[in-house]
């Protein structure tokens, strides 16, 4: 099938985000215009990606924990067999800022914690947020893909790229690559993140730095002035950010 689209999920764990991408329209069915069917929606895909495109477009799925990898796959062959699209999954591998391979720090308890940062602490057994064991305590090798020229390739196909990043910490170093080498502004016209407490972040980004990513990710849009959200291609960026959790 021909792609209208490309989906980048990065922490994709067993699909779960993938299932919604594919399945669940979205709660917003416009500009200020929510749905009140009663119909089960996901509020995290904007009204200008409702659920007849997004089922027109492929999938990049990436999650380095080796433990989510057989219901990974599960996933992306249920989804293939019932939408007729193609969803490419990267198992065992990190997005990362390099090619190669890296220590993966695993998160024996949950799963979800699982990260590149190996002195970041996952939840406890009462979810309390760095309260657990700390990752680099279990660690695994994984294939790690660059993601600069990873993502530039994919939007010299043409189509618009969504992509979401929670990647426990190692959002940040991603993101400055890719907003200094210009690939986000240029290729990605929708980012959800998931900024994690900078102290799970490589040794040295400074603190509150989320905050000045979110500003220049947002300031550059006039509709987030008023709170409108709209897509907003303007001359310097063509990305719209998103919280995600």
Same mark, same amino acid.
């Given at each position: 099938?021909? *792609?209208?689209? &490309? ?9 779960? +985000? #993938? ?6 329209? %979205?709660?917003? #069915? ?5 749905? %009140? /069917?009663?119909?089960? *929606? ?13 089922? $027109? ?9 080796? $433990? ?17 699209? $193609? !969803? ?12 190669? %391979? ?12 699982? =990260? ?10 009462? #979810? ?8 680099? /305590? ?5 294939? +790690? ?15 618009? !790229? ?11 170093? !991603? ?5 200094? =080498?210009?690939?986000? *502004?240029?290729?990605?016209? &929708? ?8 102290? /799970? ?21 006039? %509709? ?12 310097? *960026? ?8």
């Amino acid at each position: 099938m021909l *792609c209208a689209g &490309t989906f980048v999920d990065v922490g994709a764990n067993v699909g779960d +985000t #993938l299932t919604s991408w594919y399945d669940e329209p %979205s709660c917003a #069915l416009g500009f200020r215009k929510m749905r %009140s /069917d009663g119909v089960q *929606c996901d509020w995290r895909w904007p009204w200008w990606l409702p659920l007849h495109v997004r089922r $027109r477009w492929c999938a990049e799925a990436f999650e380095a924990n080796p $433990r989510f990898t057989h219901r990974l796959l599960r996933t992306k062959e249920r989804l293939e067999e019932r939408h007729g699209i $193609r !969803i490419n999954v990267h198992a065992r591998t990190a997005l990362s800022t390099r090619n190669g %391979s890296a220590t993966f720090g695993i998160d024996a308890l949950f799963g979800t914690g699982s =990260s590149l940062q190996l002195h970041r602490h996952a939840l406890d057994a009462q #979810l309390r947020k760095g309260a657990g064991a700390r990752v680099g /305590d279990r660690t695994t090798t994984v294939r +790690t893909v660059d993601a600069t020229p990873f993502l530039d390739s994919v939007g010299r196909r043409g189509v618009p !790229i969504a992509l979401k990043l929670d990647v426990e910490g190692s959002e940040y170093d !991603i993101l400055r690559d890719l907003l200094m =080498s210009g690939v986000l *502004c240029r290729h990605v016209e &929708t980012l959800w993140v998931e900024f994690h407490p900078t102290r /799970d972040a490589t040794v040295g980004t400074p603190a509150s730095v989320d905050e000045v990513f979110k500003w220049m990710l947002q300031t550059h849009n006039g %509709s987030t002035q008023t709170h409108a959200w709209l897509p907003y291609a303007s001359a310097r *960026c063509a990305t719209t950010l998103h919280p995600w959790s």
